[in-house]
């Protein structure tokens, strides 16, 4: 173990001290703390390039080991390995989905004396850009997810409804809701809005109300029920959301929105963290995003008979990701659902709404 004055010690702290963008972040322990184990393991796990960039990528999502291997390219026995010293280390957990193991990042325990230093080491690794090739294996991993929910969709958009009702029926927590919605508003979006059961009490509050979806299957229902309705200002696009930043070449999608809806989309998603942002980026100054997702489970069947990519979100996690793209946590419901399944129901605002 090293201590205070060894010479592993002296030359780990001139490390930490040498490199710039750590410097102005990481508070060093002070010498009576420097044995501490904990705080020990967490410097000893981060000594490698390798573990840091796996730090990186997890610093919005989950990845399964197979993709983790693929995004890195390592060979399994080595990435095991790296994970290991790095959920030894109190840095990582990990959950098993079916037949894969997911692994993220751990929240720092507060009021441990390693706790500052696992934050601010992680603020520093994140105002680093991945690099190219990090970003493009992680794009095609995005895309390998993306392209098998699209399957799934196209396959069962029929069966869809009898299976999304033994998890969360949307008659249970839509009117829910609906209750945090703006009474009055000119422009709505909804991401995700399957048959379309959302999309007339949105009409029938906002003067123009955009439907989003990436499987051609389910808009065509969603077209069904506009019809059957007699909707009009509804316009029904097929696709995915512009990142921000990028050219919006969608008209409707050009001017900011009052309420944008994703209800039990993010368990879809390939990337929930990045589609929390695209909707953020499209809000008005004062616009709601309402998301409706289930809380975590372990019932590993709904992958197959629903297409979900991810088993719930906890609930501090909506809040971490919401507050990375400048929105604050407006209110939130809980709602029990059969078979153990828990929804929870979230109102964001920008930051500048929710202080004002």
């Known amino acids: 173990m090293l201590a205070d004055g060894d010479p592993g010690w002296d030359n780990a702290r001139d490390k930490l001290r040498n490199r710039p963008a750590m410097a102005r972040n990481i508070v060093l322990p002070h010498p009576e703390l420097s044995a501490d184990p904990e705080l020990l393991q967490i410097l000893r796990a981060c000594a490698d390039p390798v573990r840091l960039a796996i730090l990186r990528l997890l610093a919005e999502d989950a990845f399964a080991v197979q993709e983790l291997c693929r995004i890195l390219d390592l060979g399994q026995p080595n990435l095991s390995h790296h994970l290991k010293l790095l959920s030894e280390a109190g840095l990582l957990q990990a959950h ?72 969360a029926a949307p008659d249970h927590y839509l009117p829910v809701l609906a209750t945090m919605l703006p009474e009055r508003g000119q422009r709505a979006l909804e991401v995700g809005p399957g048959p379309g059961e959302f999309i007339p009490v949105l009409a029938a ?30 316009t029904l696009l097929g696709g995915e ?15 900011p929105f009052d309420a944008i809806v994703c209800a039990m989309v993010l368990h879809h998603a390939p990337d929930p963290a990045a589609l929390m942002a695209r ?9 709601v995003l309402l998301i409706a997702e289930l809380c975590p489970h372990t019932q590993d069947w709904v992958a197959d008979a629903c297409g979900d990519v991810w088993r719930g979100f906890d609930p501090e ?40």
Do not use: K
């Open 96 to 167: 098993r989905d079916g037949t894969h193991t997911f692994y993220r990042r751990a929240l720092p325990a507060s009021g441990r004396p390693e706790a500052s230093l696992q934050i601010e080491l992680l603020h520093a690794l994140d105002a680093d850009p991945l690099t190219p090739a990090l970003a493009e294996r992680r794009s095609d991993v995005f895309e390998a997810r993306a392209e098998r929910s699209r399957a799934f969709f196209a396959r069962h958009a029929d069966a869809f409804d009898r299976q999304r009702d033994l998890i």
């Open 205 to 234: 509050r906002f003067a123009a109300v955009v439907a989003l979806d990436s499987s051609s299957s389910m808009l065509e229902r969603a077209r069904a029920t506009c019809d059957a309705a007699g909707l009009t200002g509804v």
């Open 241 to 255: 959301l512009p990142a921000p930043g990028s050219a919006i070449r969608e008209a409707s999608l050009a001017q």
């Open 279 to 287: 909707c953020a980026g499209l809000l008005a100054d004062e616009g």
């Open 317 to 356: 996690q909506l809040g971490t990701w919401a507050e990375a793209c400048g929105l604050a946590d407006h209110g939130r419901q809980f709602l029990a659902q059969r078979n153990g399944f828990r929804v929870q129901l979230r109102r964001f605002t920008p930051h500048s709404t929710a202080t004002a």
